[in-house]
């Protein structure tokens, strides 16, 4: 439970959230693997390169803006909204 913010040109193997309740934003960061799973909170990833990235929230929204995805990209919803800008 809680927020996780990383806001800052970053490089990562690997980013690996599970979370039951809290907000996530990641910006600017070169990332290997990036897997964020929330069951209720907000998911926010901008200007993001990334080789593969999954995304999931049960409740509450994933925004994406300027993500550079090489490989895999999974994202889902369940009782959630998704909104993309230069995905």
Do not use: P, Q
Not at 11 to 32: N, Q
Not at 70 to 77: D, E, F, P, T, V
């Amino acid at each position: 439970t809680g927020d996780i913010d990383i806001t800052s040109d970053f490089s990562f193997k690997t980013i690996d959230i599970d979370a039951s309740t809290g907000d996530v934003e990641i910006k600017s960061c070169l990332i290997d693997e990036l897997n964020i799973n929330l069951s209720t909170g907000d998911i926010t990833v901008d200007k993001i390169s990334s080789n593969n990235t999954n995304l999931e929230v049960s409740t509450g929204k994933i925004s994406v803006s300027e993500l550079k995805c090489n490989g895999y990209l999974s994202i889902k919803l369940r009782t959630s909204a998704f909104t993309s800008e230069t995905a």
